[in-house]
């Protein structure tokens, strides 16, 4: 580079070093970034906990300010991010770069006098900054982060402003994901959690899993959280002289009664001492005993499981496809938000299909495209590498974690097409015969007469809609073919700035449910039973293969 610059103008010098040395740090972030990307789930999830311990959640009065309240916890060490939200009023989350900070800072806090009451004294990270005096308002307010996903409503007003049905769904992902706030706060209410419990059993960890780490999660979902125990266990026992130690233990009658009792004394405990806890319920007869409750100063909804390792792996297999092409997470939200706005799914446990059923039969469908979007779940057992190795309870739960030893084949369907097949897809699959299976990538005879049948991806033996009856399925399966005779009437893609297009105008009520059949554009050209009618008609399987007669109404 010397050689190139000696001679030029020093202006143009000057201008050549700080463009190579932005070039250079421009590498660096895209090097840093891409070594962020590869991280494996387990590495990713080990990061975020480590940050949440190192955090404190504080309750602060309104007109904060931002400048003063940094200064003042400076004094306990180096802050490395911190955000403010609302929940209940207005809330801080401040990450310190050492745990050490959270120490000094908690020398310096009080056990509120309270009047009338009493105060547990218990010490946690839920903080409340008493500010003296009035604030004056004349400094900047602090930008508060959105914890909320937006209405249906702002999301058709949002997908009507853009290009293409594939640049809807892109947006749609982008606007109901978790934020990187969000998913800080999920780990910090984990953590917070982990002192309660710690109490009881110094080496637990208490981490989230589901769709708060699976890369699926929508802003305003729960947060599911798993009591993991197994640092118990870990021991560095020396072998030799014969002679060993073992603790006493109590017993109970199985692994459920034990996982029942610790969960029920933890829920105890939540109730009782754990601040901004509330609404607690022990759900310890669920076939995973749970115990539920409301974190007010994050306004998560929180189930905290014990025992349920499967489950942890079953998100990092959602997390792996979704990292392995872009339109997987873009079908899945745009599925889980259309099964939603038409009350396919609830956030109400009962016979309807759960967006974990939903994702998992995305995950098939893309399995099933020629060629394949995704690999089956075998594949990627075939794929992992002697420390990827992990047997839980008997089940074979291995799957590959690096993922650039997985070669994807070349598929360029664009998310407008994905979409429109997965409603005829699953407008016409064989639920009464078949199952739907991941592993083989391959639908298998139903060994069950219930009306849908999903084989639990690691716990082969299960079902995961179970829950699921045929009316349910009756009406998932007349809203795909409502939706894939919608797709194939093109007059629903042409932008229109009066009224939803594209996969906005998916998120109608739908005619099927017998509401709203005024609010469609296309309802004015037929009446309905017409227009299914066709729809039945044209979504007629010919040997095997869905034929869509396109525009055939
Ligand atoms: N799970 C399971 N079998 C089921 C239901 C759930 O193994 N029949 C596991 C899955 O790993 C799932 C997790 O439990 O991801 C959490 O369940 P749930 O909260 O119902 O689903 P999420 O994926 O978290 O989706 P949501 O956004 O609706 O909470
Ligand atoms: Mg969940």
């Known amino acids: 580079l010397d050689k190139f610059c000696l001679g030029l103008e020093p202006q143009t010098q000057v201008r050549f070093t700080s463009t190579t040395s932005a070039l250079k740090a421009q590498t660096e972030k895209k090097t840093a970034k891409a070594a962020k990307e590869s991280r494996t789930f387990q590495a990713i999830q080990e990061e975020r906990k480590e940050e949440a311990e190192r955090s404190v959640l504080i309750s602060c009065p309104p007109k904060i300010n931002e400048k003063k309240f940094l200064d003042y916890l400076s004094k306990h060490g180096t802050i490395n991010k911190h955000f403010f939200y609302n929940s209940y009023g207005a809330n801080a989350v401040v990450e310190f770069s050492s745990r ?87 780990f910090l209410v984990c953590s917070l959690l982990r002192d309660i419990a710690g109490a009881y059993f110094p080496e637990c960890i208490i981490r989230p899993f589901g769709s708060s780490v699976n890369s699926f999660g929508k802003l305003g979902c729960d947060v599911d959280m798993i009591l993991d125990l197994d640092g118990i266990y870990a021991t560095s026992q020396k072998k030799g002289s014969g002679l060993s130690l073992e603790y006493q233990v109590k017993r109970g009658a199985s692994e459920r009664a034990v996982t029942q009792s610790i969960l029920s ?55 792996l496809y979704g990292k392995l092409d872009p339109r997987v997470r ?23 299909i759960t967006n974990f059923s939903l994702t998992v039969m995305v995950v098939f469908f893309l399995q099933q495209r020629n060629p394949p979007i995704l690999p089956t779940l075998d594949r990627l057992k075939e794929l992992a590498g002697p420390s990827d190795k992990c047997v839980i309870e008997g089940n074979d739960c291995t799957i590959v974690s690096d993922l650039s030893k997985i070669t994807l084949q070349q598929n360029t369907d ?101 509401a709203g059949v005024k609010s469609r ?16 008609d044209s979504l007629k399987i010919k040997g095997g293969e869905t034929v869509a007669k396109k525009g055939s109404a």
């Open 100 to 186: 050490e900070s959270i120490a000094s800072l908690k020398e310096s806090i009080n056990i509120p006098a309270v009047e009338h009451e009493a105060a547990v004294p218990f010490k946690s990270r839920l903080l409340s900054l008493k500010w003296p005096g009035s604030q004056s308002s004349n400094h900047p307010m602090p930008k508060f982060k959105e914890q909320s996903p937006p209405s249906i409503n702002e999301i058709t007003q949002l997908l009507s402003e853009r290009d293409s049905m594939d640049e809807q769904l892109q947006c749609l992902t982008e606007t109901l994901q978790l934020t990187e706030e969000n998913i800080s706060l999920r």
């Open 265 to 319: 004394v933890i829920g105890k405990c939540v109730d009782q001492f754990g601040p901004g806890c509330v609404g607690v319920q022990s759900i310890l007869q669920a076939r995973c005993p749970l115990v539920r409750f409301a974190h007010q100063p994050s306004g998560f909804q929180c189930d905290l499981t014990a025992n349920n390792r499967v489950a942890m792996k079953s998100s990092e297999l959602l997390f």
């Open 330 to 352: 873009h079908l899945v939200f745009s599925v889980r938000c259309w099964a939603r706005a038409h009350s396919i799914t609830s956030s109400i446990p009962g016979a309807w």
């Open 414 to 514: 664009t998310l407008e097409k994905l979409l429109q097949e997965f409603f005829e897809f699953y407008g016409n699959f064989p639920f009464n015969k078949a199952s739907i299976n991941i592993r083989k990538g391959k639908e298998q005879t139903k060994p069950e007469t219930t009306a849908l049948y999903i084989q639990n991806p690691f716990e082969t033996t299960l079902n995961i809609s179970k829950n699921v009856n045929a009316t349910q399925l009756e009406r998932f399966v007349a809203l795909c073919r409502e939706s894939a005779w919608l797709l194939q009437q093109k007059e629903i893609l042409k932008q229109s700035s009066d009224s939803p297009w594209g996969f906005a105008a998916l998120l109608l009520p739908s005619v099927t449910s017998g």
């Open 521 to 536: 554009r296309k309802r004015k050209l037929e009446p309905a039973s017409s227009r299914i009618k066709n729809l039945l």
